[in-house]
């Protein structure tokens, strides 16, 4: 399992290069105002009523580009491979090196598996 | 923890020329500031993994329907939940932090036949990038902006 590790290892680091960059970058501004300001009353929840976050989640940008997808798509999926990949190497870091295969395709395979369920919860909108 | 890490762990198939020592975990690493930063680097990948997966459960939710939009909102007011996303925000404000200082130092020194700008450059762009961003993703979600 850690040979084919190895051998998809690019397309790991991208997603996780991608999960802390753009990944950090998108859940800052949506923890602040969905994870705290809302529930605490700082913000009024009727900014994100069911209607109005409906309508930015579908929202397009010049009528074609489906902005409002795109961006939760990547707010869903890229910290996956940001989580799985520093997981694992957190396991590694604690001694877990003989089982880093199994547990590196078990995170990798949940990060997929959340990744496609996002995908297709996101175009389904 | 003092047992070392398996020395091939996450390495390259073909071992390189220079002969390095296998890793090992201090056993004091919760005192020593460079390894427990970089375990609590590593350990902001469990906040991640777990916002993604609230993040998805709300698209679902909405895409369900108002009913359960509104009940997912309603859920977030529990102390607990906010108490998670304080601990979320702590996270990635730590990994933006040491990310964006570690970024520049990652360059190649040339990008085909062009020099990468310079370190402090990059370093100060990433944060306008962020805050920027961070602005408008606020803005647009408490409904100040569209």
């Given at each position: 399992m850690r040979a084919f590790l190895l051998k998809i290892e690019p397309l790991i680091w991208l997603m996780f290069g991608q999960g802390i960059l753009i990944g950090t970058m998108l859940l800052t501004g949506w923890i602040l105002v969905v994870g705290l300001l809302i529930p605490l009353g700082i913000v009024d929840a009727g900014a994100l009523s069911y209607d109005r976050a409906y309508s930015l989640a579908t929202a397009s940008l010049f009528g074609f580009v489906p902005i409002g997808k795109l961006v939760l798509a990547a707010l869903l999926v890229l910290p996956l491979w940001k989580g799985a990949h520093h997981v694992r190497s957190l396991h590694v870091d604690f001694g877990g090196a003989e089982r880093d295969g199994v547990v590196g395709m078990l995170l990798y395979g949940i990060a997929l598996v959340g990744s496609v369920v996002g995908v297709v919860a996101v175009v389904g909108l | 923890m003092g047992r070392p890490a398996h020395?091939?762990?996450?390495?390259?198939p073909k071992p390189g020329r220079t002969r390095t020592a296998p890793p090992q975990m201090p056993s004091t690493w919760w005192s020593a500031p460079r390894i427990r930063n970089y375990l609590l680097f590593d350990a902001t990948g469990i906040v991640y993994y777990l916002i993604s997966f609230l993040a998805i459960g709300m698209v679902q939710a909405l895409g369900r329907g108002p009913g359960a939009w509104d009940a997912v909102m309603t859920r977030l007011q529990h102390p607990a939940y906010i108490a998670f996303h304080v601990l979320c925000l702590v996270s990635v404000v730590f990994v933006a932090i040491r990310f964006f200082s570690l970024f520049p130092k990652a360059q190649?020194?040339?990008?085909g036949p062009l020099k990468p700008p310079p370190a402090s450059l990059i370093h100060v762009a990433l944060y306008v990038v962020w805050f920027g961003i961070t602005a408008v993703m606020t803005a647009v979600l408490a409904g100040v902006i569209f």
């Amino acid at each position: 399992m850690r040979a084919f590790l190895l051998k998809i290892e690019p397309l790991i680091w991208l997603m996780f290069g991608q999960g802390i960059l753009i990944g950090t970058m998108l859940l800052t501004g949506w923890i602040l105002v969905v994870g705290l300001l809302i529930p605490l009353g700082i913000v009024d929840a009727g900014a994100l009523s069911y209607d109005r976050a409906y309508s930015l989640a579908t929202a397009s940008l010049f009528g074609f580009v489906p902005i409002g997808k795109l961006v939760l798509a990547a707010l869903l999926v890229l910290p996956l491979w940001k989580g799985a990949h520093h997981v694992r190497s957190l396991h590694v870091d604690f001694g877990g090196a003989e089982r880093d295969g199994v547990v590196g395709m078990l995170l990798y395979g949940i990060a997929l598996v959340g990744s496609v369920v996002g995908v297709v919860a996101v175009v389904g909108l | 923890m003092g047992r070392p890490a398996h020395p091939h762990a996450m390495a390259p198939p073909k071992p390189g020329r220079t002969r390095t020592a296998p890793p090992q975990m201090p056993s004091t690493w919760w005192s020593a500031p460079r390894i427990r930063n970089y375990l609590l680097f590593d350990a902001t990948g469990i906040v991640y993994y777990l916002i993604s997966f609230l993040a998805i459960g709300m698209v679902q939710a909405l895409g369900r329907g108002p009913g359960a939009w509104d009940a997912v909102m309603t859920r977030l007011q529990h102390p607990a939940y906010i108490a998670f996303h304080v601990l979320c925000l702590v996270s990635v404000v730590f990994v933006a932090i040491r990310f964006f200082s570690l970024f520049p130092k990652a360059q190649p020194k040339m990008i085909g036949p062009l020099k990468p700008p310079p370190a402090s450059l990059i370093h100060v762009a990433l944060y306008v990038v962020w805050f920027g961003i961070t602005a408008v993703m606020t803005a647009v979600l408490a409904g100040v902006i569209f």
